[in-house]
């Protein structure tokens, strides 16, 4: 039988989980990277293997983080992807 991979991580780089929240459709945060800069990550931009929601439902300031970096949409700053917790 054949699996399905949601995603792959092309490049990482290292942060900490500087704030999350939650709104209506669903949850976000700001990553600090190692250059000082703020990032964007929406819920979906996480990595998981079982439960993306769970998995962001732990998250707390301070934790540490790795991810891809993206450049900013429409001029909205800096964006991670492939969100994942550091052990």
């Known amino acids: 039988m054949f699996g399905v991979i949601s995603k ?3 490049a990482s780089e290292k942060g900490v989980l500087n704030k999350r929240g939650r709104l ?6 700001f990553i600090k990277d190692e250059a000082g800069h703020e990032r964007f990550f929406h819920i979906n931009d996480m990595i998981n293997d079982a439960n993306e929601t769970a998995m962001f439902d732990t998250l707390k300031k301070g934790d540490r983080v790795s991810f891809e970096p993206l450049p900013g949409t429409k001029g909205n700053g800096l964006r991670a992807d492939n969100v994942r917790r550091e052990c």
């Open 8 to 10: 792959i991580v092309l």
């Open 24 to 29: 209506d459709y669903g949850g976000y945060g």
